[in-house]
Every structure is written in C-alpha cells, then in structure tokens.
C-alpha cells in the first residue's frame, strides 16, 4: 500500500511539473505582446493609442472567454479546451503577414484575439487539473502551477526582444514550437480535470483555514491584476518615450513578472504556517515601497534589482490569492477558476485603451505615477478582512 501511495504521489508531481511547464508556455504569449507592441507601433506606424487597442482585444479576449467558458465541460474530465487553445495560440504568426496601411490594426486585433482566446480558455482547465491532484498540498499545487505561468510571462517578455531584433516578427516561430510541444507532453502524461461532482467530498476534505468570501478574494485580485497590467503596458512605453533600447523596457517587465512567479512558490511556507491572507497583507506591505523607488529610478539599470523584490512581494501575493479561491465557497469550481484567472484580468486589461489617450496627450509619466494605486487598494481590502481571520 505505502509503495502504491508513494507511486501514486510521484506521478501526480510529474503531472504537476508538466501542467506547470504549459502554464509557462502559454503565458509566454502575454508576455510577448506587452514588451513588443513599441516595434509593433513602430513597424506598423501606429500610435500608442492604436497599439493600446490591439493590446486590449488581446487581453480582453484571453480573459473574457475564461469567464464565458470556465463553468463549461464541469462534469467532463478530457482537457479538450486545454488541447485547442495551445493549438490557437500558433495563429501569432500571422502577425508575419500583416500588411502596412490603414488596416493594419484591424489585422493585428484580429489576429491578437483568436491568439489570446486560445491563451484563456486553457486556463480554467489547467486549474481543474491542478484541483484533481489531491495528493498534493492545495496551496502548493496552486502556487507551483500559478509560478509557471508568472515565470513564462517574464520569459516571453525578455526572450521576444531578442528574437525580434534578430528575425522580426518570425522570431515567434520558437514560442510555436513550444506550445506544441506542451500540447504532446500532456496527452503522454494524461492529464485529466476535476469533475464538480466531486468537489462536495473535495470541500469536506479540506476545511477552509481562512474563512473569507470569494467576492471579497477576487476585488483584491483584480487591484493587484490592475496594477501589474498597468506597469507590464507602460513600462516599455516609458522606456520608448526615453529613446531607450526596447530590451531595456523587457528586461524591465521580466524581472517584475519573474520575480512575483519566484515570490509565489518561496512564500507557500509562510502561506502554510502563518494563513494566507496574512501573508497576503505581509507581502503588499513590503512590495510596494520598491515598486514606488523603482518607478522613480528606473532609469538607472541598477533600479531593477527594486523591481525584484517590488514583484517579489506584491506580484507574488497573486499565487496565494488563487489558492484561497479554490476553497472558497461561491460559484461552481469552474466558474470560480474563470473569474479569478479570467474574469479579474478582464476588468483590468481595459486600462490601456482607456488610458492611452492620456498618454498620447501627456505622456508616460502620468500613468507611471498613478500604475501602484491597485497594490495599495488590494492591502487596504486585506486588513479589512484581518475580522475574518
């Protein structure tokens, strides 16, 4: 029996490892489009404005069709939308056939929302899929496989600098390539979801430490969601406004994104052992101070090494956010995954359009200054809810 269990626990890890390695494939995609969209701009003579709308169908897309599908499949354990969106993310390679002209930014919304829909409807599944290995701590699961994906977002943002600078918008090609790669992987290791009629039994098993609404989980999130879509946009476009090379504003983006994702799995002992939403409030608190120096530094190469430790703490408390949603009561287990990784990111992809008119008008300054506000909203909200710990 202990020789069953021990095979059993080994194999769940494996699932989890190769669950989390597609969450960093497919998050690379985001990444990527934040910290290309100045030399989109440039290549396709539009304005910070226009690359903000192609920015926004693309997070508006990978968002909302998490919330549109998340509560979808909730008896089906087969990963078929996990299968199909990595498949759709491969249409980023269109971008390579986008002509110049007035209809360029027609194509490139296009083409950034079918890309981004196959981003978001693999999300709420991955999470159904982390769920069903109950062999594993909830909170580690969910911090391991969330990392993943922080990690490839600072992957993508750093890498598809690079690969631009040297073959232009083929430089894709190898983020293709991968996402095909994770689609093999999963089948090989047969990855299967929860299903929600297990998820009474789940429940029971597994009392909640930290009783707190959902609602009041996914307002903090969505605050937090705000500020890292705010800094992840304007970043590399403070950076172009100070004739800055690209790499510079990617390296930027990556560090932060990295960091939080390194955040999220070095602080589930202190998740475990102290409650998560006083970790959460331990984490916002020393976070954003450095997100604050960073943003008036940063254009001093030294400032990164604040932005480390801003993503750290502040980015990192995310992971735990997620962890408490899956316990909480509220919605079905999909719904609940479709908002908190879905549904929080489309409130906050809306920032760009609505504020790159300002930006246009008075440049970056004006929404670097305002960019931290979410993080202190999101502590404001966690020492409310100190009563209901």
């Given amino acids: 029996m202990m020789d069953s269990n021990h095979r059993e626990y080994r194999r769940q890890w494996a699932q989890l490892l190769v669950l989390t390695a597609a969450h960093f494939v497919l998050d690379m995609f985001p990444g990527l489009m934040h910290t290309l969209l100045p030399a989109m701009q ?28 998340g509560h979808l499949r909730s008896e089906k354990d087969r990963p078929l939308f996990l299968y199909a969106g990595i ?55 969910s911090m391991v496989f969330m990392s993943g994906g ?28 991968m996402s095909v790669t994770a689609l093999l992987l999963m089948a090989a290791f047969r990855i299967r979801l929860a299903v929600e009629r297990d998820e009474i039994h789940r ?62 799995i070095v602080m589930i002992r202190l998740a475990m052992r102290y409650g998560e939403l006083k970790t959460i409030r331990w984490m916002l608190a020393a976070g954003i101070p450095f997100v604050i120096a960073y943003l008036c530094l940063m ?24 962890s408490i949603a899956r316990h909480c009561k509220g919605p079905s287990l999909g719904r609940r995954m479709g908002l908190i990784v879905g549904g929080i990111w489309l409130a906050a992809c809306l920032l760009p359009m609505i504020l790159g008119p300002l930006v246009d008008a008075y440049g970056t300054i004006v929404v670097v200054i305002c960019a931290p506000i979410g993080f202190v909203l999101s502590l404001i909200l966690s020492i409310a809810s100190r009563k209901r710990d």
Wanted: aromatic share 14%; glycine share 12%; net charge neutral.
């Fill in 203 to 264: 429940q029971s098993g597994h009392p909640q430490r930290e009783p707190v609404s959902f609602w009041m989980v996914m307002a903090m999130a969505t605050l937090v969601a705000s500020s890292v879509t705010i800094l992840g946009w304007i970043i590399p476009q403070r950076f172009d406004e100070l004739a800055l090379p690209l790499s510079d504003g990617g390296i930027g983006v990556s560090i932060f994104s990295l960091s939080g994702g390194i955040g999220g």
């Fill in 42 to 69: 440039e290549s396709f003579h539009l304005s910070k404005a226009a690359g903000a709308v192609v920015l926004t169908f693309f997070l508006v897309s990978a968002n909302g069709i998490q919330v549109v599908i």
């Fill in 299 to 322: 254009e001093h190469r030294w400032s990164a090494a604040l932005f480390f430790f801003g993503g750290f703490f502040c980015f990192g408390s995310y992971p735990i956010m997620v």
């Fill in 150 to 177: 922080i990690i490839g977002f600072a992957f993508g943002a750093w890498a598809s600098t690079h690969l631009f600078s040297w073959w232009g918008f083929f430089g894709l090609l190898p983020f293709c390539v």
């Fill in 87 to 141: 498949l759709l993310t491969c249409a980023v390679l269109l971008f390579t056939i986008v002509p110049n002209g007035p209809m360029a930014v027609v194509w490139l919304s296009i083409i950034a929302t079918v890309c981004a829909a196959g981003v978001g409807m693999t999300h709420p599944e991955g999470l159904r899929a982390i769920h069903r290995l109950d062999r594993i701590s909830s909170t580690v699961s």
